[in-house]
């Protein structure tokens, strides 16, 4: 029975090279049928793991040789440039090649010979870890990431702030907004909107809020290279004459008081950036039960990958700290630019993340598209746009938080009590933890939902990863009416001739 798997592993190794040199080739009509050719002959390869039996390593390879020939599908598309595109297949069939053999190596060989399941009872031990990280973490975020009561400042004390909204098509979202901001009892602030080539009638609200000191701005188209909220936020951040700028989602509403208490925290803690993840005060089925799981990943894995969690709904920095940063220009096409901003900021202990609670007053109100499509948007950029990195995402999802509930149910049907279905078990429990306390403490009226919707929110997570790489590849990803994940040929062009005379001033 082992030649089945020998000939599935031959079969994946054989097209994989082939098609890696054939990629290396300029793309025209005879070179992507082959490579299209080969991408289907490797999935001949789960046939014979098919022929060799089916258990939890053959299903994680045939995961992997299944993404390995997306990746080669991908050769040919003209959302990158031709040596862009090759390194990123070579790198991804590469990752993807030592994942088969790595499981290949371990679990088959080793299993064997051992007579134990080695992959499973690690996958267990791994996610036990991480359930204790998660759980540790989330308690600290919790206890720690709130706004501190400190002293107030004096009028001479106060810095000036600029509250910034950027505003497309949401005239009525727009208008409850601004009617929390104008309440502040914030003194020394400047209200800036900018409205991004609205189509509905946001425009027509400039007239009456003009007269309430609202500064609004017209939108323009953004420049080649940019994303339409980074331009948005550049011309916001230009106009801003405040010593802060207050970067407020539109559907996002703040208190009187809450402006106060960021200023006096960020001042008194010599913090250059503060962002503020509002509650949800209205208990929304659907987004509640299918929303994301990004707050427990920020959470959990905040120290690990050094990138602390952000919230785009309400931010606000320093404007020299940003103009140090050279504002958005160098992040012009990243999607979250605040992210990149905080990371650098968190680097030198000058970034600060905060829960909303009752004593700031920041609420908001998200529909589930609104939730999907935020995810969508972001998930597959931050990942490098490689598939081999959303396949090793997806298995580590489900090695976390679906393996022990595997491992315990293969225990009650077998009657073996090991030490890695306890852990198991500890482990599924402390994952459930630090999922309810999330939920519980940015949503306190959605706490019953989080008992047991977390089983559901993983199948979820797993779909908009795939959903997010599908469409920044073959698809189109649309974010307030503007395409953000691919530029045409005439754009790419025009783009090339500009960094062309760019470079040639740089000469001269």
């Known amino acids: 029975m082992n030649i089945y798997l020998i000939y599935a592993i031959a079969t994946s190794a054989l097209c994989s090279l082939l098609a890696s040199i054939v990629c290396t080739f300029k793309p025209h009509l005879i070179t992507r049928m082959v490579v299209r050719a080969l991408a289907v002959l490797n999935l001949i390869s789960i046939y014979w793991m098919y022929r060799f039996g089916f258990d939890i390593s053959i299903y994680i390879m045939a995961t992997l040789i299944i993404f390995l020939s997306f990746n080669f599908l991908r050769y040919g598309s003209e959302r990158t440039d031709y040596k862009n595109m090759v390194a990123s297949i070579w790198l991804n069939a590469a990752l993807l090649i030592l994942g088969i053999c790595l499981i290949f190596s371990l679990e088959i060989q080793l299993t064997q010979a051992l007579n134990f399941s080695l992959l499973m009872d690690s996958v267990i031990g791994i996610s036990f870890v991480a359930s204790v990280t998660a759980l540790i973490n ?26 910034a909204i950027a505003a497309r098509n949401e005239d009525k979202a727009l208008a409850d907004c601004l009617n929390a901001v104008l309440s502040s009892d914030y003194g020394k602030m400047e209200v800036l909107v900018l409205d ?34 980074n331009w948005a936020y550049e011309r916001l951040a230009k106009e801003a004459s405040g010593d802060y700028i207050l970067f407020l989602g539109v559907d996002t509403k703040i208190s009187p008081r809450t402006i106060s ?31 994301p799981l990004r707050l427990l990943w920020q959470t959990t894995f905040r120290n690990l990958l050094r990138r602390p969690p952000v919230s785009s709904s309400l931010w606000m920095i320093e404007k020299k700290a940003l103009e140090d940063i050279k504002t958005f220009t160098e992040i012009s096409d990243v999607v979250n630019p605040e992210k990149n901003i905080a990371t650098k900021l968190y680097a030198t202990d000058s970034y600060f993340y905060a829960f909303a609670n009752a ?66 078990v500890i482990g599924t429990l402390f994952w459930w933890l630090s999922h309810l306390m999330l939920v519980t403490r940015v949503n306190p009226s959605g706490w019953f939902l989080a008992i047991f919707n977390l089983p559901i929110m993983i199948g ?20 307030k009416g503007r395409n953000i994940c691919w530029l045409d040929k005439e754009e790419m062009l025009k783009i090339e001739a500009w960094q062309k005379m760019q470079n040639n001033i740089k000469a001269r």
Not at 141 to 152: D, F, Q
Not at 216 to 223: A, D, W
Not at 461 to 479: A, C, H, Q, R
């Open 359 to 424: 004593d700031d007053g920041v609420i908001t109100r998200k529909r589930l598209s609104s939730l999907w499509d935020s995810a969508v948007r972001s998930y597959y950029p931050h990942m490098g746009r490689n598939p081999a990195v959303v396949c090793y995402t997806i298995l580590l999802i489900l090695a976390a938080l679906v393996a022990p509930a595997l491992g315990l149910i293969e225990a009650i049907s077998t009657h073996q009590y090991t030490l890695s279905v306890v852990l198991g």
């Open 261 to 291: 208490r960021m200023i006096q925290f960020a001042k008194f803690y010599t913090y250059k950036m503060v962002s503020m993840q509002p509650m949800f005060l209205h208990l929304d089925f659907w987004p509640q039960l299918l929303q």
């Open 196 to 229: 991004d080539c609205s189509t509905d009638g946001t425009g027509s609200l400039m007239s009456f809020y003009a007269n309430h000191g609202v500064r609004f701005i017209s939108g323009q188209e953004p420049p080649l290279g940019w994303l339409g909220q």
């Open 460 to 479: 979820v997570e797993v779909y908009l990863n795939l959903i997010s790489m599908y469409k920044y590849e073959f698809g189109k990803v649309d974010w």
């Open 138 to 163: 989330v308690i600290r975020t919790i206890s720690r990431s709130r706004l501190y009561k400190t002293p107030k400042l004096t009028k001479a004390q106060q810095p000036t702030i600029t509250v």
